[in-house]
T-cell receptor, first 114, second 116 residues
Framework: GAGVSQSPRYKVAKRGQDVALRCDPI?????LFWYQQALGQGPEFLTY????????KSGLPSDRFFAERPEGSVSTLKIQRTQQEDSAVYLC????????????FGQGTRLTVV | AQTVTQSQPEMSVQEAETVTLSCTYD???????LFWYKQPPSRQMILVIR??????QNATENRFSVNFQKAAKSFSLKISDSQLGDAAMYFC?????????????FGQGTRLTINP
């Protein structure tokens, strides 16, 4: 595809509900990142994949957050038993190679937990 | 751990004038990348400019340039001839070049308003 695509763009979940957020990176990009951006803040790192391997998940805030990229392309970020503090924009980014400099971002998914 | 600080939550400038956005960072590393990203209301982060720490020359991209002061750990963005389309949130970001350290560390952002 032409860019990083994320779906859905908006998601409203009731507290306690499970959600799944999808990221389609740029074709051929090896590296994929998830970031969480709270209202009025800068993005914060959640997790990083190189192909299908999850090399860094140090930013995941709790064991309710889980990410996968089983075939080294599309990635899903899953949040179980959502809580109000999970409300944020979730940004996905991809990069051509591990050492490459520029990451390309999607438009994010705005999650609101009510 | 690295940190990035943007001390200006909001800035405004008259159209066609010049504005400078400030960024400082903290690191013990000697080789790294620094970035400025623009985030319009559409939420998509757009890379504005990139600086590699080992390069002494300041990066420029058309109307955008940086003042990189490595010893002071300062990385400011200058926007010349400001245009209405420049209005957005601007984020400064750091990335290590150490093998395995791939993530971007962002500052809190500066909201830039352009006055016509």
């Amino acid at each position: 595809g032409a860019g990083v695509s994320q779906s859905p763009r908006y998601k409203v979940a009731k507290r306690g509900q499970d959600v799944a957020l999808r990221c389609d990176p740029i074709s051929g990009h090896v590296s994929l990142f998830w970031y969480q951006q709270a209202l009025g803040q800068g993005p914060e790192f959640l997790t990083y994949f190189q192909n299908e391997a999850q090399l860094d998940k140090s930013g995941l805030p709790s064991d309710r957050f889980f990410a996968e990229r089983p075939e080294g392309s599309v990635s899903t970020l899953k949040i179980q038993r959502t809580q109000q503090e999970d409300s944020a924009v979730y940004l996905c980014a991809s990069r051509e190679e591990q050492g490459g400099a520029e990451a390309f971002f999607g438009q994010g998914t705005r999650l609101t937990v009510v | 751990a690295q940190t990035v600080t943007q001390s200006q939550p909001e800035m405004s400038v008259q159209e066609a004038e010049t504005v400078t956005l400030s960024c400082t960072y903290d690191t013990s590393e000697s080789d790294y990348y620094l970035f400025w990203y623009k985030q319009p209301p559409s939420r998509q982060m757009i890379l504005v400019i990139r600086q590699e720490a080992y390069k002494q020359q300041n990066a420029t991209e058309n109307r955008f340039s940086v003042n990189f002061q490595k010893a002071a750990k300062s990385f400011s963005l200058k926007i010349s001839d400001s245009q209405l389309g420049d209005a957005a949130m601007y984020f400064c970001a750091y990335r290590s070049r150490i093998q395995g350290a791939q993530k971007l560390v962002f500052g809190q952002g500066t909201r830039l308003t352009i006055n016509p």
